[in-house]
Every structure is written in C-alpha cells, then in structure tokens.
C-alpha cells in the first residue's frame, strides 16, 4: 500500500506547527493546533501532541495556564526560516485554515451573549455587538425560560449583524420621515 503525504518526520511537524502559529492572531489549544495543521494525510494527532512540549521546551512556543499555545519570538525567527523545507501545498492547506480560525474568532470576540436570571423563571438575554474601536450596540431581551433565552442567544450569534443592519435602516428610515 503506497502511503501518501508530504510530512516526512518530526521536524516537518514542527515547521508546520510553527507556521500555523506564526498566522494564527490567537493561542489556541493542541486540538485547534492539531486541526489547523492537519493538511497532510501523515500527520498524525500523536505527533502533534508530542512535538508541542519539544516546541516548549525548547523556547518555540509558550503555554499558559490554560494549556494555550502561543508562538514567541524565537519561534517566529526561526519558523520562517525553516518553513520552505514544508511542501507548499501543506503551507497553503494550512493558511487557509488558520485565516478561517482567525475570522470565526475575531466574530467570537465582536458578537456576545450573556443570559442573567431575573427571577420569577425570566432571564434577560443581554446581546452585544462591537467593532475595532468600541461597542455598537447592546439589546437586552426578556426571555420566559432559560430554554428560549437559549435559543435567542444562539440565533443572535449566528445573526448579530444583519439583526443590527436591520435597526440601523428602520431608525433611519424613521428619521428620514419624520422631518
């Protein structure tokens, strides 16, 4: 059976996970480190997991106290220097899914949900969007049991910014008539 990948050996995995960081605008744990490096069919989680503490050990990487990894500035010298000794359809595998990561997490970062009880089995749903520079708006909803504040939150998430394009065009449509 012919074995197909380009990841040859443990340094491979290395460069990868160095390139991957390098990209990535946040730390992230070893399955999101194992997930975005994963573009080679002879990669393994395994090797992953063993070569993140060798990146550790060795000033590559650092780790916080809640097992995130993040590239430091040894790591990103040396990663680039290295990083054409990994097939360059690996490398451009490997960016598009950490340009994706950082897309979902920066929306992660500007859309926010938080559910507060508010006694008598209501909670407020408190919906907040912002951007680069501050806060766009905050809405807060009254929701008759945590079931359905659920499902608001969930569809505020997944809906933040047409739901605020939308009250933007009604208050300005508003105003426009009102002159």
């Not at 050990?57 to 780790?63: D, I, K, Q, T």
């Not at 006694?119 to 912002?130: I, K, Q, R, T, W």
């Not at 807060?140 to 009250?167: C, D, F, G, M």
Request: glycine content about 6%.
């Amino acid at each position: 059976m012919q074995v197909h990948g380009f990841i040859r050996d443990m340094m491979d995995v290395k460069v990868l996970i160095l390139y991957v960081m390098a990209h990535a605008d946040y730390p992230m744990d070893a399955q999101k480190t194992f997930e975005l490096c994963y573009q080679d069919d002879k990669l393994s989680y395994f090797d992953v997991c063993e070569a993140l503490p060798q990146l550790v050990g060795s000033g590559h990487l650092s780790v916080d106290e809640n097992g995130l990894y993040s590239i430091t500035e040894k790591g990103r010298e040396d990663g680039s220097l290295t990083e054409d000794t990994v097939a360059a359809p690996v490398l451009q595998r490997a960016l598009l899914a950490v340009e994706k990561f950082n897309r979902a997490k920066r929306r992660t970062d500007l859309v926010r949900t938080d559910i507060l009880p508010r006694g008598n089995e209501e909670y407020a749903v408190v919906m907040s969007l912002d951007d680069e520079q501050g806060s766009l708006m905050t809405l807060e909803v009254l929701a008759p049991s945590l079931p359905q504040a659920r499902r608001l939150a969930k569809a505020y998430q997944s809906n933040a910014e047409t739901l605020y394009q939308k009250i933007m065009t009604f208050l300005i449509e508003q105003t426009q008539g009102g002159k």
